[in-house]
């Protein structure tokens, strides 16, 4: 909860800088792991694999989108 909360708090103070006509972020998770070629997140010369970076975080994608939702990529969803 204190990293969470920690997290949050950098964001909204980070977000407060960007000007009024830009979109500011609402909501973020943070990723479990790190990209890493054990998990098929990147190639051998360190791009990033983005159809399985988007397989991976779907849920918790789609949780930021539906608030209402209870499942666990829900709770993993912090808001501001």
Do not use: H, Q
Request: proline residues 8%; hydrophobic residues 40%; glycine residues 2%.
């Amino acid at each position: 909860p204190a990293v969470r909360r920690r997290l949050s708090d950098e964001v909204r103070r980070a977000s407060a800088a960007i000007a009024e006509k830009y979109a500011r972020p609402r909501a973020f998770v943070v990723a479990r792991e790190e990209p890493s070629l054990s998990n098929g997140e990147i190639t051998p010369t360190l791009k990033v694999v983005k159809s399985k970076v988007i397989d991976n975080y779907a849920p918790m994608v789609r949780a930021i989108f539906a608030p209402g939702s209870s499942s666990r990529a829900t709770k993993e969803v912090i808001r501001l």
